[in-house]
């Protein structure tokens, strides 16, 4: 399977990192805002050509599939192109940042039948593997997730500490992940919805600090914090209070609630989740399938995104 790949920043490389213990697989093409940048990484991992234009990449009938680690706000309009030109898609998170732009790259994804996943990358982490086979076996019943999201951004970086040339955004990009996630664990979907967010900064225009509370159908709860204020300890922590246990996933790390680490190297076959989520890509299409995480399945947590955003504006 031939694989072109969008977008050579932080996120770029760690699919580039997975995508060589996938057998079977080639990146042929690595697209980038800079030539010269870009031809660097791609010498690096033996990717024959280099393009600034997605377009042109798109017209290589050798390309079976594209993986876009771009900008949020290129992210729709993209994956829709990709599959128009008969390339199955895998848009990292978020799919969209608005509720139409998402709706209208389900709608492509019909009208073509190719494979578009999205990068919900919590849904194949061991951790929350580990966590969603208890709850599948009905030894856990979900009651509660209380999750922290924290980063230090109130300058416009990215995760490698480099100038971006695009605003990250609390609600459409890191909230996303907890509101499938939630969904995803509580086996239900969710019907209320509150948010909170904290002054806006000056030169970004972004909320830095937001609060969101959410409930499912079958009465689970959960409590989101999110910060770029926030000076250490830096990531995304989630706490699960079920019936029969806690357990707290930091990354790929799960412990019960008595700090007690619990082994989950064996979940998968590999303790990667960018890993692990490029695999059922390349198996979805391989195998004819919907994948998780396919565009269909995420769907709903930009419904819940677009109400809390109208919320929030008031």
Same mark, same amino acid.
């Given at each position: 399977?031939?694989?072109?790949?969008?977008?050579?920043?932080?996120f770029?490389?760690?699919?580039?990192?997975g995508?060589?213990?996938?057998?079977g697989?080639?990146?042929v093409?690595?697209?980038?805002?800079?030539?010269?940048?870009?031809?660097?990484?791609?010498?690096?991992?033996?990717?024959?050509?280099t393009?600034?234009?997605?377009?042109?990449v798109?017209?290589?009938?050798?390309?079976?599939?594209?993986?876009l !680690?771009?900008?949020?706000q290129?992210?729709?309009?993209?994956?829709?192109? !990709?599959?128009?030109?008969?390339k199955?898609?895998?848009?990292?998170?978020?799919?969209?940042?608005?509720?139409?732009d998402?709706?209208?790259?389900?709608?492509?994804q019909?009208?073509?039948?190719?494979? !578009?996943?999205?990068?919900?990358?919590?849904?194949?982490?061991?951790?929350?593997?580990?966590?969603?086979?208890?709850?599948?076996?009905?030894?856990?019943?979900?009651?509660?997730?209380?999750?922290q999201?924290y980063?230090?951004?109130?300058?416009?970086?990215?995760a490698?500490?480099?100038?971006?040339?695009?605003?990250?955004?609390?609600?459409?990009?890191?909230?996303?992940h907890?509101?499938?996630?939630?969904?995803?664990?509580?086996?239900s979907?969710?019907?209320?919805?509150?948010a909170?967010?904290?002054?806006?900064?000056?030169?970004?225009?972004?909320?830095m600090?937001?609060?969101?509370?959410?409930?499912?159908?079958?009465?689970?709860?959960c409590?989101?914090?999110?910060?770029?204020?926030?000076?250490?300890?830096?990531?995304?922590?989630?706490?699960?209070?079920?019936d029969?246990?806690t357990?707290?996933?930091?990354?790929?790390?799960?412990?019960?609630?008595?700090?007690?680490?619990?082994?989950?190297?064996?979940?998968?076959?590999?303790?990667?989740?960018?890993?692990?989520?490029?695999?059922?890509?390349?198996?979805?299409?391989?195998?004819g399938?919907?994948?998780?995480?396919?565009?269909?399945?995420?769907?709903?947590?930009?419904?819940?995104?677009?109400?809390?955003?109208?919320?929030?504006?008031?």
């Amino acid at each position: 399977m031939k694989i072109a790949l969008a977008g050579a920043g932080a996120f770029g490389i760690k699919h580039l990192d997975g995508l060589k213990k996938i057998d079977g697989v080639e990146v042929v093409a690595l697209v980038g805002r800079r030539f010269e940048e870009t031809k660097a990484v791609a010498d690096k991992y033996g990717i024959p050509n280099t393009f600034t234009d997605l377009d042109e990449v798109l017209k290589l009938p050798e390309v079976d599939a594209v993986i876009l !680690c771009t900008p949020t706000q290129m992210h729709a309009a993209q994956a829709i192109a !990709c599959m128009k030109a008969g390339k199955h898609v895998q848009v990292e998170i978020p799919l969209a940042d608005s509720w139409q732009d998402a709706q209208d790259v389900l709608e492509t994804q019909k009208a073509t039948g190719l494979v !578009c996943m999205v990068g919900h990358t919590r849904r194949f982490n061991p951790s929350h593997q580990y966590v969603h086979k208890l709850i599948q076996a009905g030894e856990l019943n979900l009651q509660q997730m209380d999750v922290q999201t924290y980063f230090f951004r109130r300058t416009n970086m990215n995760a490698l500490g480099q100038p971006r040339s695009w605003t990250d955004h609390l609600l459409w990009h890191h909230a996303a992940h907890t509101v499938d996630l939630f969904a995803y664990q509580a086996g239900s979907p969710v019907v209320k919805a509150n948010a909170l967010e904290g002054p806006h900064h000056p030169d970004l225009g972004i909320a830095m600090d937001m609060s969101i509370q959410l409930k499912t159908a079958n009465g689970a709860i959960c409590t989101l914090s999110l910060s770029f204020n926030n000076d250490g300890p830096l990531g995304t922590f989630f706490r699960y209070i079920g019936d029969t246990g806690t357990y707290i996933a930091r990354y790929d790390d799960l412990v019960n609630g008595k700090e007690e680490k619990i082994d989950v190297s064996q979940v998968d076959v590999s303790m990667n989740g960018i890993e692990l989520q490029d695999r059922e890509f390349v198996a979805a299409i391989r195998e004819g399938r919907e994948p998780n995480s396919s565009v269909a399945q995420v769907l709903a947590c930009y419904q819940v995104l677009h109400d809390l955003e109208q919320q929030l504006q008031g």
